[in-house]
């Protein structure tokens, strides 16, 4: 399975934007970066997807580098409630064993501070 | 829209005693997970349905581990028996389908926090 690497933690203020990096240099042509949350005392939630250009929801923005080897996630106004561990996670959409599936790493872990 | 449903939330025994989880995933979904997460590290998948077929379970100790989804629904994971390395979270999640579409994303429950000791 492709790889990723993050930070094990980062800090931010709340009300402040917050970048999550992560690096994929190993990514194929067909992965996709997904990135998910995991607030304390919950199961994990989706957050942003993209394959190759920037994506932006309700949520958060998500930046792609021209080579796909690295991603941010970006959080434009961080608040207390986005305290969580974010995971950057490459889903295959290739065939065997791998296609579709989500391989956690151990994520970043965002501490907001008020 | 109601989300995934895992019960019970929390669970202590002894070791080499049994243990039984229970899922109910979003309706409508085909396609259900059950995952380990151990304190301090990202989930890991143990077993993955297609409706109540079995599509990979590679990482499940079969040994010790079992789980089953009648009816292409519900789905309860077993510990028989439990030893102490088992102490860790077990995470349900459903998508609507096996496939890696755009749209196909995983929709995790609570969780059951197991302790063995």
């Known amino acids: 399975d492709a790889k990723t690497t993050q930070p094990n933690s980062m800090e931010s203020n709340e009300e402040e934007p917050v970048h999550l990096p992560c690096n994929h240099s190993t990514i194929s042509g067909t992965d996709y970066i997904h990135w998910y949350r995991q607030l304390p005392s919950q199961g994990p939630e989706y957050v942003i997807h993209?394959?190759?250009s920037n994506v932006n929801n309700r949520m958060a923005s998500l930046a792609i580098a021209e080579d796909r080897k690295s991603s941010t996630l970006i959080l434009h106004r961080a608040t207390l409630r986005d305290a969580a561990v974010y995971y950057c996670?490459?889903?295959?959409?290739?065939?065997?064993?791998?296609?579709?599936?989500?391989?956690f790493g151990q994520g970043t872990i965002l501490t907001v501070h008020p | 829209e109601a989300g995934v449903a895992q019960s019970p939330r929390y669970k202590i025994i002894e070791k080499r005693q049994s243990v039984a989880f229970w899922c109910n995933p979003i309706s409508g979904h085909a396609t259900l997970y059950w995952y380990q997460q151990i304190l301090g590290q990202g989930p890991k998948l143990l077993i993955q349905?297609?409706?109540?077929?079995?599509?990979?379970d590679s990482q499940l100790p079969k040994d010790r581990f079992s789980a089953e989804r009648l009816k292409g629904v519900d789905s309860t994971l077993k510990i028989q028996p439990a030893k102490l390395e088992d102490s860790a979270v077990y995470l349900c999640?459903?998508?609507?389908?096996?496939?890696?579409?755009?749209?196909?994303?995983?929709?995790f429950g609570a969780g059951t926090r197991l302790s063995v000791l």
């Open positions: 349905f297609q409706n109540n077929g079995v599509v990979d």
């Open positions: 996670i490459l889903r295959s959409l290739a065939g065997g064993t791998s296609y579709g599936k989500l391989t």
């Open positions: 999640a459903s998508s609507p389908s096996l496939g890696a579409d755009t749209k196909n994303i995983q929709y």
């Open positions: 993209g394959l190759t």
